[in-house]
């Protein structure tokens, strides 16, 4: 069956550097990924989709890149600042049902300052 | 913005009992789910439905129901509690693509 896996270790980084995720799934390209935000105590915001034949998708310091030949994608995040801080959640769906989604088991992200 | 509301933050159940957790949308949206989130472990999909009074079992729909009587209302059903259903139950709805989150119900039974 398809699966959704992210790296489940925690990332720590320093204030003002690149924090890069990685999501990985199995079998056939889903249509899309998305990528979601977490806080603690708080449900999923969505924060970008990416299609599979877009190599890459940018929103303010975010950048999403899929990348079908490895069936991953990766989640970048420039400049980090302490307010970035949260878990971080690859989603997508498979088959014919696409508003079914998968998600994976999500990255937590520190920012230092 | 979307809101999905669901009623309890927080509750304390006993063993055995019926609980109910209720989830509300004001998008007139078609498709709603239940997820539950456990450590390590993800968001693991309930039940969803994609319409009124039409439903469909997600991946671990054991020990659960749920019922859509109205577009707005979804409502997940533990018919017996049981201690492990102790868990953060997300309620969401879908818009396009996007799926968007209630707060979360932390449910602990005992």
Redesign the interface.
Known sequence: SQKIEQN?EALNIQEGKTATLTCNYTNYSPA?L?WYRQDP??????LL?IRENEKEKRKERLKVTFDTTLKQSLFHITASQPADSATY?C?S?FGSN?????????TTVTVRA | DVKVTQSSRYLVKRTGEKVFLECVQDMDHENMFWYRQDPGLGLRLIYFSYDVKMKEKGDIPEGYSVSREKKERFSLILESASTNQTSMYLCASLAGNTIYFGEGSWLTVV
């Open positions: 489940s899309y998305q105590g708080r449900g999923p915001v969505f989709l959640l989603a769906a696409d508003y079914k989604l998968s998600f994976g088991a999500g």
